[in-house]
């Protein structure tokens, strides 16, 4: 979500940056209508607004992840960073996996 911001802001400020240089470039022509100063003030506001959100998000989310414990998707259990199940729940999904792939008959 912060990434988005920050890169919905910085693009907002690049198009406002490029319109406000097509309106300064062409004073004499009827294009300088299209482009009034006023709506680039608000969308140069919002394009700021937006990358200051992105900013505290983006702190937030890095202050999130310091606090929030891995957990197994089954049994909710705390598990080591990276892992989706505990060491039990794996061996089980594993050998379910197992099982269903290979339909073969063991010789004795």
């Not at 414990?69 to 990276?82: D, E, F, M, Q, S």
Request: some cysteine.
């Amino acid at each position: 979500m912060a990434s988005t911001l920050l890169r919905l802001g910085l693009w907002l400020l690049v198009v406002v940056l490029s319109l406000y240089v097509v309106h300064e470039t062409f004073v004499e022509s009827p294009l300088v209508e299209y482009v009034p100063m006023n709506m680039l003030q608000n969308a140069l506001f919002l394009g700021g607004l937006l990358l200051a959100a992105g900013v505290v998000l983006r702190v937030l989310e890095k202050g999130a992840k310091k606090v929030v414990k891995n957990r197994c998707a089954v049994c909710r259990t705390a598990i080591p960073p990276g892992a989706i199940y505990c060491r039990a729940h794996l061996r089980a999904v594993l050998h379910d996996e197992d099982e269903r792939t290979h339909m073969t008959k063991l010789r004795r």
